[in-house]
Each structure stands twice: as structure tokens, then as C-alpha cells.
């Protein structure tokens, strides 16, 4: 099976490419990028109005699986990712049982393997049973798989374990990614602490309780020679401590989530719960400073943070609620919006950020459109207007404060190892796209 995408601006980082050309995929590869392409016997894609760019990584997803299907299995989660452009995902550890072992990372892997094609990419938990208290079987996992460690939604809050964890990772080359939270500092916290919190009532998450964590592991990065990646930046103090990090040549990498670059605190005045997320929705200077460390690079990634509940989870009173946004399905169209059609960042800087960044952060061979690379690719209809609507979310998760807002740019078709895995509005493999005029 040979496919021909023509026409179309292919966009890929990892070659400095920015230009109208045609894609050929022969079989689960690229074989050819050019002008003009001439192919006998293939399925053509007329791209022509259309952005193609690598496949898109996400580095930070949730697919509650196993112990929380009721929020997102795995078959749901990567049906969302795929509609969402994402032909490649990192799942966090945070399930039950914890995968902290390789027992569940090789269960996650297989289940993933049945799944629409999305690649599945296990992320280890530090230490066991998320407690923090004593390192996982690293090793272990690392034979079974897994691309990273963390043990996202809890910080570890001793030093001495987080040293050791970081010394450990780098013996087999995995990023340690940190979610950044001195919990002492938040305790009972559910907003930022700041305006919104005041006006509320609501007991607030001080800014300084990110900064404070990950300049602590960004000096054990330093002395361990570790690979530190920190997970979803939200503020402004923190963008700073890895500026001065990077200036000093401390290895330290970071992401940020689309919530994070496009929604202040300011969407919580009305206790919206969809809103209700960890680290929280900051001030408009926060979010100004995330958006600079992604245009100086500062922050090397976007990555969803995608977080799915079930209804009950959410529609509950504001301090019963759970944190977490579902977040896989509107990234791309938020990205766009708020930072490419903004002049926040330049398109090419935008799909770094979803591709080659996180793949080689991750260490997968992921994120490019290089002649041999396995045909992942995302074709993105840029002009597409079109109001969120959660209640058609893939994802069981319908829990995002963009519900009814208008976004513009949309991922239309996404390709897995040559495959049609999803095309505007369902998995099939009759392939026909149009751009919005």
C-alpha cells in the first residue's frame, strides 16, 4: 500500500522543513518528500490548504488504566489522542495498582497493542506505590519498556530519594520528569493563591510552591548529572529558575500545558470545577511567562497534561472536586490560537514543541518525517473554525473549561505507521479532506 499526501505544507522541525511539498508513505514508511511526486498505484490525500507535520508526541497524558476505567481506558484515550492529531503518548503511572513494576507495564503495553494504532509510550512511578518513600524497580520497568519516570500528581518530597532517583535514571538514560509541588506549601490548596482565591474563598496554591521544588531538583540535577525534565510549568518564577539553570549549563528540560498559555485564574471566579486543575490556573503574568519560556525555549515541550474524570468526579462542590482537565482533544486548536495566530510563536516552533522535542526527550524514535522514519503524520486544517463541544470527546473524560469556546485550527486526518487511524469525525479509512474556506 502506498499513500501520496500532496500539496500540502509539510512542516518538520527535525529537518528545518517549512514548504509545499508532497509526502510519500510506502507501507508503515516514508520513503520520499518532494515536489511534484509522481507514484503509480497509490492512494492520493490532496492536502493542498492543509498543514502536514510529524505525527504529534505527547509526553504527559493519563489513561487511568488500569483500576480507573470509569475515567479513561486505554482503547478511549488513545481514540482521543488520535482525533486530537497525537499519533504517539506517554502515560503517567498514577493507576491502581501503580506501575511501579513491570507486571503492569507490560499489562499497559499489551493492552496497548489492541488499541486504534496510537503508539503508547509507559512512564515508570519513582517510588513504589507512589508513597515516596522508597525507589521502584527502575531497572526492571526500563527492560519492560518504560521511556521515563515520575510520580506525577505527587511530588517527591525527599531530597535524599529524588537524588538517589535521578542518580539511578541516568544509569539507563531516562529523563526523571518532576512534578514540581512543595506539598507542606499546599495543602488544602484548590486555586492560585492570589485575587481569585480572595474573592472566592477559595484556599490557595502559592506560585512559590512550584519554584521552591524545582529549583531543589534542578540542584540534585546539577549534582547527580541526572536528566531532569520538569512537568507542566504554570509560573512565572519558575521559568526564571530555568532560565538560570540553562545559563549555568544545568541539564534540565521543561513542559507546559495548553491550559497553562491560554486560561488565567480569572475562569474560576465562577467555581467552574472544569477548571480546577494541578498546578493551578495562575495570573495573567504567570501565563505571559510561560508563554516567553516557549518562544526563548526556555520550555522545550507543549504537552496535554490530559487529565479525564467521570462526571461525578467534577460536578460536585468545588472543594469535593477532582483536579485534572481532558485536555488531548483541543491541543492543537488551542496552540494555534492562542500562540501561533496570536504571534506568540512561529508555526515551526509550535510543531517542535509537539514533535521532535518530546520524542528525543523521551527517546523514541518519533516526531520526524525523515526519509526511512516509520509514516506518522498529522495533517491539520489551520483556517477550520469550530466551537468545543465535550459531549463529542472521544475521551470519557468531557471535564475542559474550552466547552463552548471557539477555536481555530483542527487536526483533520491522523496516520500511525502508514495507517489511517482517524479522519474528521471517526475512525475509517475512506479518506477525503477538504480545508475550511
Not at 85 to 110: H, L, Q, R
Not at 381 to 386: E, F, I, S, T, V
Amino acid at each position: 500500500m502506498k499513500t501520496l499526501i500532496k500539496n500540502g505544507r509539510v512542516v518538520d522541525p527535525s529537518q528545518d522543513i517549512d514548504e509545499v511539498m508532497d509526502v510519500l508513505i510506502e507501507k508503515d514508511k516514508v520513503v520520499a518528500l518532494g515536489r511534484d511526486l509522481r507514484v503509480y498505484d497509490a492512494r492520493i490525500i490532496d492536502a493542498a490548504g492543509m498543514l502536514v507535520t510529524p505525527g504529534l508526541v505527547d509526553m504527559h497524558v493519563h489513561l487511568r488504566e488500569p483500576g480507573y476505567e470509569y475515567k479513561e481506558d486505554i482503547q478511549s484515550g488513545t481514540r482521543a489522542a488520535a482525533a486530537g492529531g497525537f499519533t504517539s503518548v506517554a502515560c503517567m503511572p498514577n493507576t491502581n495498582p501503580v506501575a511501579d513494576n513491570k507486571i503492569v507495564i507490560e499489562y499497559i503495553k499489551s493492552r496497548a497493542a489492541r488499541g486504534c494504532g496510537v503508539n503508547v509510550y509507559p512512564i515508570g512511578a519513582i517510588t513504589k506505590g507512589l508513597e515516596g518513600r522508597e525507589l521502584a524497580s527502575i531497572g526492571g520497568m526500563k527492560k519492560a519498556g518504560i521511556v521515563g519516570i515520575s510520580d506525577d500528581g505527587k511530588p517527591v518530597m525527599n531530597a535524599r530519594i529524588m537524588e538517589n532517583a535521578l542518580r539511578y535514571a541516568a544509569m539507563f538514560d531516562l529523563p526523571v520528569i518532576s512534578h514540581c509541588e512543595d506539598s507542606n506549601l499546599t495543602e488544602g490548596g484548590m486555586v492560585n493563591d492570589g485575587l481569585v482565591s480572595t474573592i472566592t474563598g477559595l484556599k490557595g496554591i502559592p506560585s512559590e510552591a512550584e519554584t521552591v521544588m524545582a529549583s531543589r531538583d534542578i540542584l540534585l540535577a546539577r549534582r547527580t548529572k541526572g536528566r531532569l525534565h520538569i512537568a507542566h510549568v504554570s509560573a512565572a518564577m519558575t521559568v526564571e529558575v530555568i532560565r538560570w539553570a540553562r545559563e549555568i549549563g544545568i541539564y534540565v528540560t521543561a513542559e507546559a500545558a495548553p491550559h497553562h498559555f491560554s486560561l488565567t485564574e480569572d475562569v474560576l471566579r465562577d467555581f467552574n470545577t472544569n477548571a480546577k486543575v494541578n498546578p493551578p490556573l495562575r495570573s495573567k503574568a504567570d501565563v505571559e511567562a510561560v508563554i516567553q519560556g516557549l518562544k526563548e525555549g526556555i520550555i522545550d515541550v507543549i504537552a496535554t497534561d490530559h487529565a479525564p474524570h467521570a462526571l461525578d468526579d467534577k460536578d460536585v462542590e468545588f472543594d469535593r472536586a477532582d483536579f485534572g482537565i481532558s485536555g488531548i482533544e483541543t491541543a492543537v486548536a488551542v496552540t494555534l490560537t492562542y500562540l501561533v495566530d496570536a504571534g506568540k510563536l512561529s508555526l515551526k516552533q509550535a510543531v517542535e514543541k509537539l514533535t521532535i522535542n518530546p520524542a528525543k526527550i523521551l527517546g523514541i524514535d518519533r516526531g520526524t518525517l525523515r526519509k526511512g522514519a516509520i509514516a506518522d503524520v498529522t495533517i491539520i486544517d489551520p483556517r477550520l473554525k469550530k466551537k468545543v463541544d465535550a459531549s463529542a470527546f472521544l475521551s470519557k473524560g468531557k471535564n475542559t473549561p474550552f466547552d463552548g469556546m471557539e477555536l481555530k485550527g483542527w487536526p483533520v486526518l491522523t496516520i500511525a505507521a502508514g495507517k489511517v487511524i482517524w479522519c474528521a469525525g471517526g475512525l475509517k479509512e475512506d479518506v477525503k479532506i477538504h480545508a475550511a474556506v
